[in-house]
């Protein structure tokens, strides 16, 4: 048996992944502009900036988590932090957009390899309902905390200038936390069991990514170039590709090889309801922290500074209420987030509404931080429900898919719900910004109905201490 403070240390260390790579998604937000300055860069490249770091980080997202199970999660979680750590510092060092989209790209690959060894990490370690509930209590907070830092960040640093420009600093901050991790995960983590019995699954990865690729860059690329024919292409090789990868993993089953993902993970009910609410929770989540950076900035007259620090109320109260959630989630279950469902519709409603040039500026921090509340309340808990009735062998690869549909969510954000708000920008920010909440909230009421059709915590708990498993999937060995 695990030491439970050894326990609970691997997980500050291997939080370590989700706190710098969501930090380096928002970070770019509201530095844009120094960005694009600093390299050069023209709108399309400095849009690639933000796009090619998700692309990256979404096309090899499931080859991240099975690796994990494959070669020792400690392994690869410590070379993805290490290639993170570098890549990172050639961001920082890039002199044209070239490189910069070039660095961003592997930074986002690397990402992919390091974050989902996190979610298995906490499947493996804690098996017990109240600790597991806890501990991804505080993935999730540490995932909305990031975002929050990263808005912050982005405004201070952009307009810092210290030795370097200050842009620059975005990316090298995280060479001191990379090597700090890299000496905690050598000394403190342990390796967790491999399952090297048959091959690594390439063709599957090669497969999913070029499905994966197929659908995100025209989503990012088609609306700015007019949606040619080539990104309506992209559009239909992705789902014929996404078919035939569906295929060959079955076969692969069949056949008793070692498929990439186990396609019987998507008989669980659960699992698959909780993917949609993901999908749809982290849609809204990546477009609003866009969305509100720019028009608070451009449509409100607010400095990059005073922006990124209007993103701090709304932290603290995420943290606050994202702690309360933990700890409600056991008793009260899917209620906890319901009611943050509604906390997040008033707050977009009221920011639609209220929200316009000559507005006070604790209107602006008072309804960003009901947004932060809210927020804090659905969150971190999406992860547990969709994983709950998931057992740890299956960690790495339910860790991959869960990522993975994260990060593509995020890029379904900034691409449609983002694509909406820069089409009405041409006419006014206000509209802009009134026509993008419209789409927010349609996401809202989506999760609201995916939060329905769960089951609450006492009917899917089984009597007995082991862990929960949906009936329909038998277990298997990977």
């Not at 790579?21 to 400095?46: C, L, M, Q, R, Y």
């Not at 392994?75 to 044209?96: D, H, N, P, Q, Y």
């Not at 990490?121 to 905390?145: N, P, S």
Request: overall charge positive.
């Amino acid at each position: 048996m695990k030491d439970v403070k050894n326990k609970w240390l691997e997980l500050a260390i291997v939080l370590s992944a989700p706190l710098l790579s969501v930090i380096d998604v928002f970070i770019i937000n509201i530095a844009v502009p120094s960005i694009k300055k600093g390299v050069h860069a023209t709108d399309a490249e400095i849009q690639l900036v933000i796009a090619g770091y998700l692309l990256g980080y979404a096309a090899f997202l499931i080859t991240g988590g099975r690796a994990g199970d494959h070669f020792g999660r400690k392994k690869v979680f410590f070379w993805g932090m290490f290639a993170f750590t570098i890549t990172s510092c050639l961001c920082g060092l890039s002199e044209s957009a070239l490189q910069l989209n070039i660095t961003r790209f592997l930074q986002g690959l690397s990402a992919s390899f390091m974050v989902p060894q996190t979610i298995a990490f906490i499947q493996v370690l804690f098996t017990e309902t109240k600790e597991r509930a806890k501990a991804f209590g505080l993935y999730g907070i540490t995932l909305g905390t990031a975002a929050v830092i990263g808005q912050v960040l982005g405004g201070y640093l952009s307009e810092t200038h210290w030795a370097i420009e200050g842009w620059r600093l975005i990316f090298f901050i995280n060479l001191p936390i990379g090597i700090v991790t890299l000496w905690a995960t050598h000394k403190y983590v342990t390796e967790t069991e491999k399952h090297q019995r048959t091959k690594f699954d390439y063709t599957g990865i090669f497969i999913l990514t070029a499905a994966l690729f197929s659908l995100i860059y025209p989503l990012i690329e088609g609306r700015e170039a007019g949606w040619p024919l080539w990104s309506i292409g992209l559009f239909v090789l992705s789902a014929v590709l996404f078919a035939f990868f569906i295929y060959n993993q079955r076969m692969k089953l069949k056949a008793n090889r070692n498929p990439l993902i186990d396609v019987r993970l998507f008989k669980i009910k659960d699992f698959n309801i909780g993917l949609i609410a993901v999908l749809f929770h982290f849609m809204l989540h990546t477009a609003y922290l866009l969305l509100s950076a720019v028009y608070i900035q451009n449509g409100l007259g607010v400095s990059a500074v005073d922006c990124g620090l209007y993103f701090i109320a709304p932290g603290i109260l995420f943290i606050i209420s994202s702690v309360l959630a933990s700890g409600m989630i056991v008793t009260y279950g899917k209620r906890v987030l319901q009611v943050g469902v509604l906390v997040l519709t008033a707050a977009f409603y009221l920011q639609m509404t209220v929200w316009k040039p000559g507005i006070n500026t604790w209107a602006i921090i008072g309804l960003m931080g009901l947004w932060g509340f809210g927020n804090g309340l659905v969150l971190p808990s999406l992860l547990n429900l969709a994983l709950k009735n998931v057992p740890s062998q299956y960690a790495g690869a339910a860790a991959g898919i869960y990522s993975t549909f994260q990060q593509t969510a995020s890029a379904l954000g900034v691409s449609i719900i983002g694509g909406i708000f820069f089409y009405f920008s041409q006419q006014s920010w206000q509209m802009a910004y009134k026509a993008g909440v419209i789409a927010i909230l349609v996401c809202v009421a989506m999760v609201g109905i995916m939060l329905q059709l769960l089951p609450s915590v006492r009917t899917t708990r089984r009597k007995n201490s082991k862990e929960p498993i949906h009936e329909s999937v038998e277990p298997f060995e990977l």
